[in-house]
C-alpha cells in the first residue's frame, strides 16, 4: 500500500489535467468553477500524501523507502524502468512543490475569477495548465534514473511556455514564451549531452547506480567532468543562471500566481533540485563543483544589482530569485568542495552536503511564493505594477503588507525567520571554503537587504501615487481566498527554518553527526551577527533614501550614472543575445550561410536540372513535326548508322 500511495502525489495532479481537459472545458457551464475545485481538491490530496511520506521518510532506514519499478521497455538486455525514488530529498522537494502549488490554485480562485465564463475557456484552461505542470515537476522529483527526469524536465519547460505566454494575444507575452523556451533549449542541450555521455561510460540511467559507480571510480575522470558540467548546463537555464538567465525577468508577462509558482519556487528551483540530486556525482570532480560555486555567487550579485533599480515590482522579484537560486548554488558547490577536500568523497557525505543548498530552496520556496503574491495582490488593487504609481497602501491593504513585510524580513535574512537559518548556513560553509566566495555572498544580503526595502517603501509607505482612479483603481484590500494563502505562507516563512535548529535538516539529508546552533545559543557565534548587521544596514539605507530623504535617489543615480545606467540596462544582455548573437551572428553570419548554400546549390542544382528537361523537352517537341516524310527520313538515316558501325567494327 504505501508504494501506491506514492505514486498516487504523482497521478493525482496528472488526472486533474485530465478531467479538466477533457470533460470541464469542453462540457461545463462557462460560469463554472469547477476546474479550479478540482485542480484544489486533487493537488490538496498530493499535499496530504506528501507529509505523509515525509513522516514515513523520516522514521525509515537511511531516511530512504524501498520503491519497487515499472517495466517499461525491453531492447534485447536492455531494459528501461519507470521508477520513483523516495529519499530525504524528494520527501522534502514534494512537500514544498505540493504545498506552494495548493497555495497558489486556491489564490487563483480570486485573482482568476474575472475570467470565469469568457467563451475561450481561459478559467479552465488555465487550471489544466497549472495541474499539468505541479504533475511534471513532481515527476522531475521523484524521478529514479536520468532519462525519466529528462522526460518531466522537458514537460516543465512545455508548462512554462504555456503559462508564461497565457495571454497569447499580447506581444510581450508571447515573445516571453518563444525567449524562455528557446533559452532553455540550450541548457537542455547541455543536459542530454551529459546523460548521454554518462549512458556511453556505464550503461546505467539510474541515479542509484551512478552514485555507486562514482564512488566505486568506475565513473570518473575527464568523462565525469564533462558528463557534471553537462547536468550542471541543464541546471544553468532552468534556473537562470548567468549567462542564461535573461529570460526569467521576461517571463513575468505571465499571470502573477503562476509566477509565484513556476518562476520563483518550483520550476526554477529545478535546476538546483538536479544539482543536488547528482552531488555525489559532482564530488568526484573540484573542476565541476568549483565552477558550481563561482557561477553561483557571481549570478547572486549579478542579479541583485539590476534589481537595485528596477521600477516593476515583479521584474524586482524577478532578480532577486536569479540572485537566491545563485545562492543555492553557491551553497551546493561550496559544500561539494568541504566533502572533495576532506578526503575520498563517499555517496553518503555527498547527499549530506545537499542539506546547505536545498534548505535555502526549501525555505525560500515560501517566502518568494508570499512575495509574488503580495504584488499580485497589490496589482488588483491598483490595476499597476509600476512601484511609481504605489504609495501608502498599507494603510488600505494591512493583510497585504504585513504578510508583505514577514517575507522581505525572511528574504533579509533577519533573525529568526526562515531566511535567517537558510542564508546563514551558506554563508558558514563559503567562509570554510572559499572566502571570496564568501564576500561576494555578504554583499548581496546586503544589496538584497536594500532592494527589498526599497519595494516595502515605494510600495506601503508614503502617499498614495496612482493618480487618476479610473486608470489605476481604488487601493482595497483583497479578497479572503487570496488573503488565506498569503496569510499560511507567512506562518511558513516564520517557523520553516527552526528545522535546521540543533542540526535537525542536516541529520535528516544524512550527515549522521551534524550539530548546528540552537534558537538562542545561533547569536552567541560572530558570523551570525556579521550577516544581521549587514543586512540591516541595507534596510538602514533603504529607509534613510526613501522614508527619511536625507539620501537624494536622484542625486545618488546621478552621480553613479554609469553604474545606474548599466544595471537600469541589465548590462545590455538582452542587446548582445539578440542583435549580436541572433541578428549578425546567425541570422547574419550562419544562417545567411546555410541560406545562401540552399540558394545556389541546392536550388542551383534542382532548378538547373528542371530547366535541363525542360530545354531537351522544348527540341523533342520541336522534333514532333507531325509529317510522315520527316519521320520515313529520320528512320532511314538511323537505319543506315546502324549498319554503319557494325561494318566498322566487326
Known amino acids: 500500500m504505501p508504494e501506491q500511495i506514492v505514486w498516487l502525489i504523482l497521478l493525482l495532479p496528472i488526472f486533474s489535467f485530465l478531467v479538466i481537459s477533457l470533460l470541464v472545458k469542453p462540457f461545463a457551464q462557462k460560469e463554472s468553477k469547477l476546474g479550479g475545485y478540482i485542480a484544489i481538491a486533487t493537488i490538496g490530496t498530493s499535499l496530504i500524501l506528501s507529509l505523509w511520506t515525509l513522516v514515513e521518510t523520516l522514521g525509515a532506514d537511511h531516511h530512504e523507502l524501498p520503491m519497487t519499478p515499472i517495466q517499461w521497455l525491453v531492447i534485447g538486455d536492455f531494459t528501461i524502468n519507470i521508477g520513483v525514488m523516495v529519499d530525504s530529498l524528494t520527501a522534502v522537494m514534494v512537500v514544498v512543490v505540493t504545498t506552494v502549488s495548493l497555495m497558489v490554485q486556491i489564490y487563483s480562485l480570486g485573482y482568476m475569477e474575472h475570467y470565469i465564463g469568457i467563451n475561450d475557456g481561459t478559467y479552465t484552461r488555465y487550471y489544466a495548465w497549472m495541474s499539468l505542470f505541479t504533475a511534471s515537476m513532481l515527476g522531475v522529483v521523484m524521478a529514479d534514473s536520468l532519462l525519466l527526469i529528462f522526460v518531466f524536465w522537458e514537460l516543465v519547460g512545455l508548462c512554462s511556455y504555456l503559462l508564461i505566454g497565457f495571454w497569447y494575444h499580447r506581444p510581450s507575452a508571447s515573445n516571453a514564451a518563444k525567449k524562455a523556451f528557446i533559452v532553455t533549449r540550450l541548457g537542455d542541450f547541455g543536459f542530454l549531452a551529459g546523460i548521454l555521455l554518462i549512458f556511453a561510460k556505464t550503461g546505467t540511467f539510474d541515479i542509484g547506480e551512478l552514485h555507486a559507480l562514482a564512488g566505486a571510480g568506475a565513473l570518473a575522470g575527464t568523462a565525469l567532468t564533462w558528463a557534471a558540467i553537462g547536468i550542471f548546463s541543464g541546471a544553468v537555464g532552468k534556473s537562470a543562471q548567468f549567462p542564461l538567465h535573461v529570460w526569467l525577468p521576461d517571463a513575468m508577462e505571465g499571470p502573477t500566481p503562476v509566477s509565484a509558482l513556476i518562476h520563483s519556487a518550483t520550476m526554477v528551483s529545478a535546476g538546483v533540485f538536479l544539482v543536488a540530486r547528482t552531488l555525489p556525482i559532482f564530488a568526484h570532480s573540484t573542476t565541476a563543483l568549483t565552477t558550481v560555486a563561482i557561477i553561483g555567487a557571481f549570478t547572486a550579485i549579478f542579479a541583485a544589482s539590476m534589481g537595485l533599480v528596477a521600477t516593476d515590482i515583479k521584474r524586482v522579484l524577478a532578480y532577486s530569485t536569479v540572485s537566491q537560486l545563485g545562492y543555492m548554488m553557491l551553497g551546493l558547490g561550496a559544500a561539494g568542495l568541504g566533502v572533495a577536500h576532506g578526503g575520498e568523497p563517499t555517496v553518503e557525505l555527498a547527499k549530506a552536503a545537499t542539506a546547505i543548498g536545498i534548505f535555502h530552496l526549501f525555505t525560500h520556496a515560501f517566502f518568494k511564493a508570499l512575495l509574488f503574491l503580495g504584488a499580485g495582490s497589490v496589482n488588483h488593487a491598483t490595476h499597476t505594477f509600476d512601484m511609481r504609481l504605489m504609495g501608502g497602501l498599507r494603510k488600505v491593504m494591512p493583510w497585504t503588507y504585513y504578510t508583505f513585510l514577514i517575507a522581505s524580513l525572511s528574504l533579509a535574512g533577519i533573525w529568526p525567520l526562515a531566511g535567517f537559518w537558510s542564508k546563514d548556513e551558506i554563508l558558514a560553509v563559503a567562509l570554510e571554503n572559499q572566502p571570496v566566495l564568501f564576500a561576494l555572498a555578504l554583499i548581496t544580503v546586503f544589496m538584497t537587504a536594500f532592494y527589498m526595502f526599497r519595494v516595502i517603501f515605494l510600495t506601503f509607505h508614503g502617499e498614495y501615487r496612482g493618480g487618476d482612479p479610473e486608470a489605476h483603481g481604488h487601493p482595497h484590500e483583497s479578497p479572503w481566498i487570496m488573503v488565506f494563502p498569503m496569510v499560511v505562507l507567512s506562518v511558513l516563512a516564520v517557523i520553516a527554518g527552526l528545522w535546521s535548529t540543533g542540526g535537525g535538516f542536516a541529520e535528516f539529508m544524512g550527515e549522521h553527526h551534524a550539530h548546528a546552533p540552537g534558537f538562542w545559543s545561533v547569536l552567541t557565534h560572530a558570523l551570525p551577527w556579521i550577516s544581521l548587521l549587514t543586512a540591516i544596514a541595507g534596510i538602514a539605507l533603504a529607509w534613510l533614501m526613501y522614508i527619511k530623504k536625507r539620501i537624494s535617489a536622484e542625486k545618488l543615480g546621478s552621480t553613479f550614472k554609469p553604474l545606474y545606467t548599466l544595471f537600469l540596462r541589465k548590462y545590455w544582455m538582452d542587446e548582445l543575445y539578440q542583435d549580436l548573437i541572433v541578428k549578425k551572428a546567425l541570422l547574419g553570419g550562419l544562417f545567411a550561410g ?42 532511314g538515316i538511323g537505319v543506315i548508322a546502324i549498319i554503319l558501325v557494325l561494318l566498322i567494327f566487326t
Open 594 to 635: 546555410m541560406q545562401k548554400i540552399d540558394t545556389y546549390v541546392i536550388d542551383g542544382t534542382v532548378n538547373g536540372i528542371a530547366e535541363g528537361a525542360q530545354t531537351e523537352g522544348q527540341a523533342l517537341g520541336k522534333a514532333q513535326t507531325g509529317q510522315l516524310q520527316m519521320y520515313g527520313l529520320g528512320i
